[in-house]
């Protein structure tokens, strides 16, 4: 699955205590020749790794390991290299398996528990960027989910619709002398509710920005007869029909996702010099850490490949080298900024990634803090 499928209601089933062993792989993935040559041969040392950790821990049953590794192997014949991103995460437990490629490196990790490892599924999802694309007329309306990536059709709660064709009427033509006009109809009308009502579904279930492509005639309707297009952070006044594609619809609204990009970007840039002038900032890993495990921190900004393994002593973060592992030592976390952007929005903080070196001067990350 790809990061756009994680909605809460899913994050918070995954995170769900289920019985010994929920296993959870990690490693990096690449997306093109020749690195990739080598994912195959280190996802089959991985899986080596986890049947011999599900082996050697007393806590499984037989049944249980046999269970696991079955699952397991389903997963690993599943997995498509095509479509490899930066990482994959595979889950098992003795019933299902689970298969995430994701936009955001993870590190290579095997992990026994009672629930799945999720922190790198949270963490690319807050780095995706994700959005919602309306593509609309008086004939059809067409959800896309969208990120950094690109667009692809969303299929659900009701989407694509289309509008009920209306047979021509020779007997108004008579009456009147022309045809009702596309926009101004009844039944144009009525469509447009339609798309709002269903539109409203899924800005509720998964609220994302919203961007709206169609004709002006056609957005004008949308926002006369419903409320749920009215925050839409763009629009594309661009004419498309059900057959537009994700990658047709896709350049269309690159100079509208460029604005939206740069000028979220500004607003978080202006929330942290004010934090920093009324000293309630909070800049390095070791700080805004600390920030975020005592519930103070209202915004986390992290450049967008910032990566750090660290050893936690004593409640606090020491940079170490690439070669320590949690192997060789149980004090060593891989995957800190991961594991800091999931505290952070567990606290209900908000998480934004931004440019790399655009927060050097406070050690890659920051903080605004509520208190």
């Known amino acids: 699955m790809d990061t756009d499928a994680l909605t809460p209601g899913l994050l918070q089933e995954l995170r769900a205590t289920r019985p010994y062993p929920a296993l959870s792989l990690t490693m990096p993935t690449h997306r093109r020749a020749p690195d990739n040559a080598q994912d195959a041969v280190r996802l089959r040392n991985l899986v080596a790794e986890a049947g011999n950790r599900l082996d050697a821990d007393p806590r499984v049953t037989h049944e249980a390991r046999t269970a696991v590794k079955a699952q397991l192997d389903r997963a ?28 955001r490196t993870a590190p290579e990790r095997v992990v026994l528990s009672d629930s799945y490892l999720t922190r790198n599924l949270v963490a690319a999802k807050a780095g995706a960027q994700l959005f919602w694309v309306l593509s609309l007329s008086a004939e059809h309306a067409t959800l896309f989910s969208g990120t950094n990536d690109g667009l692809r059709p969303e299929p659900r709660d009701g989407f694509p619709a289309t509008a009920p064709h209306e047979e ?73 029909t059900a057959g537009t594609t994700a990658p047709e619809l896709a350049k269309e609204l690159e100079p509208a996702l460029r604005d939206w990009r740069k000028q979220a970007a500004a607003r978080i840039q202006d929330r942290l010099d004010q934090a920093h002038s009324g000293r309630s900032f909070a800049g390095g890993l070791d700080e805004v850490w600390l920030a975020v495990r005592e519930g103070r921190a209202g915004l986390v900004a992290v450049e967008e490949h910032f990566e750090q393994t660290v050893r936690v002593t004593e409640g606090h973060l020491e940079p170490v080298g690439a070669d320590a592992t949690p192997a060789g030592d149980p004090q060593v976390r891989e995957d800190i900024v991961d594991e800091l952007v999931e505290a952070a929005l567990d606290n209900g903080c908000e998480v934004a990634f931004v440019a790399d070196d655009s927060l050097a001067d406070h050690g890659r990350l920051a903080a605004v803090l509520r208190f």
């Open 76 to 103: 690993v014949a599943e997995v498509d290299q095509r479509r490899a991103l930066e990482s994959l995460v595979i889950l098992a437990d003795t019933d299902e398996y689970q298969i995430w490629q994701l936009p």
């Open 168 to 240: 021509p009427n020779p007997q108004r033509e008579e009456r009147i002398g022309d045809t009702p006009s596309t926009y101004s109809s009844e039944d144009a009308r009525n469509f447009m509710r339609a798309v709002d009502e269903k539109l409203r579904g899924v800005l509720a279930a998964d609220p994302r920005p919203l961007f709206l492509v169609g004709l002006a005639p056609a957005l004008s309707l949308l926002d006369e007869v419903g409320e749920s297009a009215k925050p839409a952070v763009g629009r594309v006044a661009k004419g498309t």
